[in-house]
């Protein structure tokens, strides 16, 4: 503590007891209630940009100092709109990496649906999935709001779909694969072509192969390509804690970011099962208010309750502080894992490291603003996080619990204390 240089600050935060972080970097977040309301009506580009700026400030006071918005499968034109938009936001304060104070940094779009796997849809609707076109891709690119494009390597004609992944790598866009099923192979030659990460892997869903044929599926070569950043949902319901260890230990801590994917950029619907419709697919909120599910599956009579697949998960409720949160309990307890057998109990200090660094860290890393952000460190952007971390006190039944039960009492809570961007 430097009391000279106390006197030349405009205000002095009294932070004892807390922990100073980057701000969090949440590169997949999701406005359906907005896109609901744009579905049957003109929307302009204006009218966006004005939702735009709400969503982040919103996020900005929880936490998000830098995120990117991605976009379901929908009609041509109304996406199109709305990545001008985007485009239009960035550039909206002058500079495009300055944003107005107490809003978080925008840095663009992510395509998600548009060239996804028909068959790997999850919660999209079918009849806005094209096949990977040249053309088509132009069209998105020249809005200026695309910051990341998800492209199944396995759809449409081979040679078209790599030229694509190429194009848009060779533009400057992120190229992600998520929602898709190629064999390793054709991942393979896909990184090749520019593809640099996975959107929410075991999410969407992802195709998976056990057979030596190919070299197996895209589950097992997004694990064993080292090529290849791993972004993962922790909000213990899209990935199974013991999953995100697993991964974590295969991957190392360098090639996993952690993403909410939230549903709802300013907030949840307050109503379990009260419905809602984002471009012909219904959801809503499960009853006890912590996942959004799929309204309209129809009925299979193959799905009973012993079922493997009886969730039909619509998409996530949970926020950068639950999902750091989330990270820091799924580190500090014993876990049984599926592919190890055990994963031992981190000390707090790493466990925050580790949070830190799949939370703000790698994202910079992989939006190329690792010279500036993501980072608590001098001459960096203070774009930072005030949070007090505190152990709970474990009930008998917990510590009679060899392995961590996670519907149980977790062991830490995070309060947001500051935000500053």
Not at 98 to 121: D, I, K, R
Not at 237 to 265: N, T
Request: aromatic share 6%.
């Amino acid at each position: 503590r430097d009391s000279a240089k106390e006197d030349e600050c405009d205000e002095v935060v009294d932070g004892d007891g807390c922990w100073l972080l980057p701000g969090w970097i949440d590169i997949q977040i999701n406005d359906l209630e907005w896109l609901s309301k744009t579905e049957h009506c003109h929307v302009t580009v204006e009218d966006h940009v004005s939702r735009i700026e709400e969503v982040l400030k919103y996020q900005a006071q929880r936490g998000v100092t830098s995120l990117c918005l991605a976009t379901v499968a929908a009609p041509l034109d109304k996406l199109e709109t709305y990545l001008t938009a985007l485009s239009k936001s960035r550039h909206n304060h002058g500079e495009k990496d300055v944003p107005l104070s107490g809003h978080s940094l925008l840095h663009g779009a992510v395509v998600e649906g548009t060239f996804m796997n028909p068959g790997c849809h999850g919660c999209h609707n079918t009849a806005y999935i094209y096949p990977p076109s040249r053309t088509l891709l132009r069209r998105l690119l020249d809005t200026g709001g695309v910051r990341a494009i998800n492209i199944a390597p396995e759809m449409g004609e081979e040679e078209e779909t790599l030229a694509v992944i190429k194009e848009a790598s060779t533009a400057g866009v992120l190229v992600a694969v998520g929602h898709a099923k190629p064999h390793a192979q054709a991942l393979r030659a896909a990184v090749t072509s520019g593809c640099s990460y996975v959107i929410h892997l075991g999410n969407g869903p992802t195709g998976s192969s056990l057979k030596t044929a190919c070299d197996g599926g895209m589950m097992e070569e997004s694990l064993r390509n080292d090529d290849l950043i791993t972004t993962v949902i922790v909000d213990n319901h899209h990935i199974h804690p013991a999953l995100i260890r697993d991964w974590l230990q295969r991957k190392e801590l360098s090639r996993m970011i952690a993403v909410s994917d939230v549903a709802f950029a300013m907030g949840v619907p307050s109503t379990p099962g009260q419905d809602f419709e984002v471009f012909g697919r219904r959801g809503s909120l499960s009853a006890d208010g912590e996942c959004l599910v799929q309204a309209d599956v129809p009925k299979d009579s193959s799905v009973t309750r012993s079922s493997d697949n009886i969730s039909r998960l619509f998409g996530s409720c949970a926020n950068m502080l639950g999902i750091f949160t989330n990270l820091l309990n799924i580190f500090t307890v014993p876990i049984k894992g599926v592919h190890y057998r055990h994963h031992p109990v981190w000390s707090l200090n790493k466990a925050i490291h580790a949070a830190m660094v799949m939370c703000s860290s790698n994202p910079a890393k992989l939006l190329g603003v690792h010279s500036w952000c993501g980072e608590v460190q001098e001459g960096f952007r203070a774009n930072l996080i005030l949070v007090s971390i505190t152990r709970k006190e474990k009930s008998e039944n917990q510590r009679e619990q060899p392995e961590h039960k996670f519907k149980n009492e977790a062991p830490f809570s995070v309060i947001l204390r500051r935000v500053w961007c």
